[in-house]
């Protein structure tokens, strides 16, 4: 007989990505925020927008799900600094777990519903439930229902407190008993543990046997109710009910009936959902993996591992999986990740851009401007490596802007009482040039392994190019500025460069300094830099961006952040200068006595990305 094979034990790991987008038709013109609530635990807060019917947020948060839920909630509330709580609640968004799959990853409007102590339920209560005989005070044996109410799980916490305890109601027509557990202090999980006896007096057939369809028991329903015990509130304060009628149990005399029951909102409560307080714009990315023992996996990984040697790449396992899939973002990361851990995420980034550059077509603007996966796993890889360059580069520039505040709105239509543009449009060069210099400056900075890969894109783009002398520019700073540096000024704690979100102002400041470093990064032929502009308000600061200067800037950095010193002997690149002119050389000589003097030599230097030299004159021949 075979032996029965184990049945391995399987991680559920689930992942929500949520973009809060904006709400409209509030009731009032206040300060209004927005909160993400996993059950009663808040997870995320939004900024306060200020003084609107209609905030608009646009903001993003993506988070693993530490543990079981039942209902994700959005709950919008008014800031009111008059108040000791500050805030009140306009409305909520609740879905249950269960609806997200059908919500997966689109833009959805939903309205709010108004919020009462009597609609805020969740949790469960297990009961268990059996008939039982038992001998009346005459001494003759009479039939009773037993109801244990066991205990309570994850009820809902008000202000700060829990005291819970359970009313426990057996009614029908003609009769309505209720009896209480006690009190339990401090605690969301109470343990009831309490038994409670209804006498029925009808039912009972000459053997003694019950079932459902006897006529009391067909009438009877059993209602349990949680209330949290509160006297300083003006009463009790209602936590959630359960309706279980009787006669839809099955309850044989030796055979009790135990379950868990989710609380529900009182009946009177449903129907007060229908005013219209106003909606919220939200999309939802509900993620639910089971995952295996890491040994089932094995053959797998080698599969995906050893793709990077398959001849063709549109044969190798990691292009057929980026055909396969529509959304490539989440195999994106996974296979960075995998490849990184073994070492081997370079040369796995090389296999898929040459095979993207291949196929590009004859314009080399067009590089990589699709969502490919081998451009998702670029994107990846620069977030995993080089978070720590991006931080150390864009911190100064970041904290000036949050802190200081600087108007910078430089479109007429939005200029604000009292502000003037010119002040507006010379603050906004300034961030700009402070955001130009920061990236030039910082690429000696970049981590070796972006150097690498932007190393081997360019090499890519000048084999499928070769008479397109600015495509090697264009495909590094397609990702470099693009992707890496104008995103990460854009939404600074999406890239975790911040923990607070930008107010009204700050936000269109980073959106404006984002624009112009993208702008940037698309033109780096100094011969062509008459940019297409949709908003003509931007004239003025581009007419001082783009000349030959910055463009000569942003390509020095573009070679030097595509450099490698692991290039092969037969594409070994010409020496880069990074900088020259002259200084003044210090030395130690000696006079006829004999004594020491120090000399002061003027020298030109000049520094590659290969090695540092001096000579008396320009172009005289270096030492």
Known sequence: ????????????????????????????????????????????KTEVKEKTQSPFWSEEYTFDVPREFRTLSFYVYEKDWLK???SSIVGKVALRRDELHRLQNKDQWFPLRPVDSDSEVQGQV???????????????????????????????????????????????????????TKVRKKTVNPQFDECFTFELSKGVNERHQFSPVDEELCNLELRISLWNSWSSLGGDVFIGEVRIPIGAIDLAADRPHKAWYFLQPRESSKSNNKSDIGSLRVRINYTEDHVFPSQYYEQL??????????????????????ELVKDKIRPARALVRLFHYHNRVVPMLKAL??????????????????????????????????????????????????????????????????????????????YVEQAYQAIVDSAMACPTGMCEMFYYLKEAAL????????????????????????????????????NDNPDENVARTL??????????????????????????????????LLNR????????????????????????????VLKEGFMTKRAQGRNKMGVGVKNFKKRWFKLTNHELSYAKFKDSRMP
């Open 84 to 86: 000791r709580s500050n």
């Open 1 to 44: 007989m075979a032996e029965d094979t184990e049945i391995p034990d399987v991680r559920v790991l689930e992942s929500l990505g949520i973009v809060i987008g904006e709400a409209k038709n509030l009731s009032s013109a206040k300060d209004i925020y927005c909160t993400i609530k996993l059950d009663q635990e808040e997870v995320y």
């Open 549 to 576: 200067e910055h463009v000569e800037g942003i390509r020095r950095f573009l070679d030097v952040v595509s450099s490698s010193s692991l290039a092969r002997a037969k594409t070994i690149e010409a020496p880069i």
């Open 353 to 430: 851009t040459d095979y993207e550059v291949s196929r590009t077509s004859s314009d080399p603007n067009t590089i990589f401007r699709g969502n490919s996966l081998a451009s998702k796993c670029v994107d990846e890889y620069m977030k995993l490596d080089g978070l720590y360059y991006l931080y150390d580069t864009l911190q100064m520039l970041l904290d000036d802007i949050f802190e200081n505040k600087k108007p910078c709105e430089v479109d007429p239509t939005k200029l604000k009482d009292g502000e003037n543009l010119e002040t507006n449009m010379a603050n906004l060069e300034g």
């Open 301 to 322: 990984r080698d599969i995906m591992l050893e793709s990077v040697k398959v001849e063709p790449t549109s044969a190798s396992a990691i292009h057929i999986l980026g």
């Open 511 to 544: 959106k404006m300094v984002s624009k112009a470093v993208q702008t940037l990064g698309n033109h780096v032929n100094p011969d062509k830099l008459n940019a297409n502009m949709k908003e003509e308000y931007m004239a003025p600061l581009y007419s001082t």
């Open 463 to 498: 084999k499928h190019f070769p008479d397109e002398p600015y495509a090697r520019y264009s495909a590094v700073s397609g990702f470099v500025f693009l992707r890496f540096f104008a995103p990460a000024i854009l939404s600074p704690k999406l890239f975790n460069l911040r």
């Open 126 to 180: 297990q009961v268990e439930i059996k008939l039982v005989e038992v001998v009346s005070e005459s001494g003759q044996p009479t039939i009773s229902l037993l109801v244990q109410c066991l205990e309570g799980n994850g009820l809902t916490i008000v202000q700060g407190r829990c005291d819970p305890y359970a009313n426990v109601t057996l009614c029908s027509i003609t009769r309505n008993d209720t009896k209480r």
